[in-house]
């Protein structure tokens, strides 16, 4: 009877353990969420020309640009500026080509 209440008593604990995790990776995916909201409302620059919804090359080395234009790739320093909306109009969000 003993073991019983033992078992009982354990599996009571386990389950406090579980909720407390839970409620910890929440809160850290919470924490998280709020960073990256902040970080993202930082950015600065050009990233668009103008009204035209294409991305400002300015300053942009020619092989960058053929790159972009033939691949889609965009430069890795201008990545965290430019979002997933930049591709060009006319490729449908597809890249690549050969």
């Not at 389950?15 to 998280?32: D, P, Q």
Request: a positive charge.
């Amino acid at each position: 009877m003993e073991a019983v209440r033992w078992l009982a008593a354990v599996k009571n604990n386990m389950e406090i353990k579980k909720n407390t995790l839970i409620w910890i990776v929440i809160g850290v995916l919470f924490l998280s969420v709020l960073f990256l909201t902040y970080k993202t409302s930082r950015l600065t620059g050009n990233v668009v020309a103008g009204t035209s919804g294409k991305l400002d090359t300015t300053g942009w080395t020619e092989n960058e640009i053929m790159n972009y234009e033939m691949h889609g790739t965009i430069p890795a320093r201008v990545q965290g500026k430019a979002g997933a909306s930049s591709t060009p109009s006319g490729t449908g969000g597809m890249v690549g080509g050969c």
